[in-house]
């Protein structure tokens, strides 16, 4: 395994600096100088500060990633939920940073029917932009979980978003169609 670069091993350092100041910076500097290491530690940053302004700067960064190697460490942490309070942003990343989560569409119908109104805003953006062709039966199936979740859907406001979700689903491309 390669060693880290200088500006690696600072950035990381300096992510988990106590000074709001120093941390920003990291940020700054993670957009020219960072990998996934430096993006993973982001990620833990965010679920770790209580700081405003470090909340808002980490969440303008996925917002812009650059880098389709972040998708991994995006799905990973929305597989684990370990940023729960945060999903409705991470999801929103997709979209936001053109990033391709096709290959990942039941995370994404699982989270719009489990998540809130946010998360289930956020994913249906994410699944229009899809632009990929998808298995008769997998379609069939994440369909049928969303009459489901539309049934027991108590908040009218995300009972719609559900339901235009489902339209959505079944009208994603068929495979071999």
């Known amino acids: 395994m390669a ?21 920003l910076d990291a940020i700054k500097r993670n957009r020219k100088d960072g990998n996934q290491k430096t993006f993973k530690a982001l990620l833990e940053t965010l679920g770790k500060t209580d700081e405003p302004t470090v909340e808002s700067a ?12 972040a998708t991994p460490e995006l799905i990973r942490v929305l597989e684990e939920n370990s940023l729960e309070f945060y999903n409705s942003f ?11 989560g096709s ?7 699982r989270h719009a029917i ?18 990929s062709a998808f298995s008769e039966s997998e379609l069939q199936s994440y369909s049928l979980d969303l009459t489901e979740a539309i049934e027991e859907e108590k908040n009218s ?8 979700l489902k339209e959505v689903i079944d009208k994603l491309p068929i495979e071999g169609e």
């Open 3 to 23: 060693e880290d670069s200088a500006a690696v091993k600072s950035i990381l350092k300096e992510l988990g600096a106590s000074d709001p100041k120093i941390v």
């Open 58 to 69: 980490i969440i303008e960064f996925l917002f812009d990633l650059k880098d389709s190697s």
């Open 90 to 100: 991470l999801v929103a990343a997709f979209w936001q940073s053109k990033l391709d």
């Open 103 to 109: 290959d990942h569409l039941s995370l994404f119908v």
């Open 114 to 131: 489990k998540g809130d109104y946010m998360v289930c805003l956020e994913a249906l953006t994410v699944i229009e932009n899809f632009d």
């Open 157 to 164: 406001d995300k009972k719609a978003l559900l339901e235009s």
